[in-house]
């Protein structure tokens, strides 16, 4: 593994209503700049408070640690969305994970083919992992609107456009769990190579070393380890797509080999249900022109999902 490092950006300055402009376009340069080099960084000052970050990790590995099997199964995804409950993924070769979801919640609409339509299914125990989880979305909805804010200074493109497009963000809680005794056994632990295919995604993790890896620019693979208090962000496939391909969506997977389980929780920030998502940057060679078309969330959204559900083991009816 290089020694490489990824940047960390105190994101605090574009927050404070006392910051001069001046103040928070530095801020914006910086988040630029990672989102074309790097393409992952670490995002500290972000105003999320301690206690929300700590409750929310707390339940997720309680959750995983105490629930039993009959339990999880009762919250299996269901047949018609999909996308909110419990699911075990297993893939010998990939790596195996089980996954406990949650996503906006989304009246169903005759338009709306059944994938990612529902309501979350939540736990009885922890008894404060609903509340944890609502309040920790709240805030992570927000810091999300903030950074995309910010990108839309530093590409200089209007920041209304780039709102109305994640105003009622199609968002994705994930908890995982990796290994451990409840690990589905005689398949390692981890998540394949993948790039996500929303804007932003939010990581916080559990304090394991050495799971998780970055492709980074130059090809190799390199360890993000957390950062306590600060998450760990990478750009979905959206974000390249708006910025024709300016912006990376870096590829990454997990390798977890300790016997421990490792609990991660990433949010994705992803557009709205319906957004259509076109280039906003000018074009820049005739060779990327013709891969930034402009993509429908939805599209994308249900293409992945379709695709990701070829692992998933038993789902409820
Ligand atoms: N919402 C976004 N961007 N999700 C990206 C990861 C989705 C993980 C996995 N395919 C799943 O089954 O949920
Ligand atoms: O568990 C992690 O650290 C990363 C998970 C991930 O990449 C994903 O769910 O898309
Ligand atoms: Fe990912």
Same mark, same amino acid.
Not at 114 to 123: A, L, S, T, Y
Not at 173 to 187: D, E, K, N
Not at 191 to 205: R, S, V, Y
């Given at each position: 593994?290089?020694?490489?490092?990824?940047?960390?950006?105190?994101?605090?300055?574009?927050?404070?209503?006392?910051?001069?402009?001046? /103040?928070?376009?530095?801020?914006?340069? /910086?988040?630029?700049?990672?989102?074309?080099?790097?393409?992952?960084?670490?995002?500290?000052?972000?105003?999320?408070?301690?206690?929300?970050?700590?409750?929310?990790?707390?339940?997720?590995?309680?959750?995983?640690?105490?629930?039993?099997?009959? %339990?999880?199964?009762?919250?299996?995804?269901?047949?018609?969305?999909?996308?909110?409950?419990?699911?075990?993924?297993?893939?010998?070769?990939?790596?195996?994970?089980?996954?406990?979801?949650?996503?906006?919640?989304?009246?169903?609409?005759?338009?709306?083919?059944?994938?990612?339509?529902?309501?979350?299914?939540?736990?009885?125990?922890?008894?404060?992992?609903?509340?944890?989880?609502?309040?920790?979305?709240?805030?992570?909805?927000?810091?999300?609107?903030?950074?995309?804010?910010?990108?839309?200074?530093?590409?200089?493109? %209007?920041?209304?456009?780039?709102?109305?497009?994640?105003?009622?963000?199609?968002?994705?809680?994930?908890?995982?769990?990796?290994?451990?005794?409840?690990?589905?056994?005689?398949?390692?632990?981890?998540?394949?190579?993948?790039?996500?295919?929303?804007?932003?995604?939010?990581?916080?993790?559990?304090?394991?070393?050495?799971?998780?890896?970055?492709?980074?620019?130059?090809?190799?693979?390199?360890?993000?380890?957390?950062?306590?208090?600060?998450?760990?962000?990478?750009?979905?496939?959206?974000?390249? /797509?708006?910025?024709?391909?300016?912006?990376?969506?870096?590829?990454?997977?997990?390798?977890?080999?300790?016997?421990?389980?490792?609990?991660?929780?990433?949010?994705?920030? %992803?557009?709205?249900?319906?957004?259509?998502? /076109?280039?906003?940057?000018?074009?820049?060679?005739?060779?990327?022109?013709?891969?930034?078309?402009?993509?429908?969330?939805?599209?994308?959204?249900?293409?992945?999902?379709?695709?990701?559900?070829?692992?998933?083991?038993?789902?409820?009816?």
């Amino acid at each position: 593994m290089p020694m490489e490092t990824l940047p960390i950006i105190d994101f605090s300055p574009f927050l404070l209503p006392t910051s001069t402009p001046q /103040e928070r376009r530095d801020v914006a340069v /910086e988040l630029d700049q990672a989102c074309r080099n790097a393409g992952f960084f670490y995002l500290k000052g972000h105003g999320v408070p301690r206690d929300l970050l700590d409750n929310i990790r707390q339940d997720a590995i309680d959750f995983f640690k105490t629930t039993s099997e009959e %339990d999880k199964q009762r919250l299996a995804l269901k047949s018609d969305d999909k996308a909110r409950g419990y699911s075990k993924h297993v893939d010998a070769e990939k790596g195996s994970h089980e996954a406990l979801d949650f996503y906006r919640p989304v009246a169903p609409t005759e338009s709306r083919c059944g994938i990612g339509q529902g309501v979350n299914q939540w736990p009885a125990k922890p008894d404060t992992f609903r509340s944890a989880v609502e309040t920790y979305v709240d805030r992570m909805e927000r810091l999300g609107r903030a950074v995309i804010e910010a990108l839309a200074l530093a590409l200089g493109v %209007d920041v209304k456009l780039f709102v109305s497009r994640v105003d009622k963000a199609f968002w994705q809680l994930r908890t995982i769990c990796y290994g451990g005794q409840t690990s589905p056994v005689s398949a390692k632990a981890g998540i394949g190579e993948h790039t996500d295919f929303g804007i932003l995604t939010f990581l916080l993790a559990d304090s394991t070393k050495g799971s998780l890896q970055v492709r980074s620019k130059t090809g190799e693979w390199m360890h993000a380890d957390p950062i306590e208090g600060a998450f760990l962000c990478n750009l979905g496939d959206m974000l390249a /797509e708006w910025t024709r391909g300016a912006y990376k969506s870096t590829a990454h997977r997990v390798i977890h080999l300790s016997n421990t389980p490792r609990v991660s929780i990433p949010f994705f920030f %992803d557009p709205n249900w319906d957004a259509i998502i /076109e280039p906003v940057v000018p074009s820049g060679d005739e060779e990327t022109d013709g891969r930034y078309v402009g993509v429908r969330y939805r599209d994308r959204y249900i293409g992945a999902m379709e695709e990701a559900l070829g692992d998933v083991e038993a789902l409820a009816v």
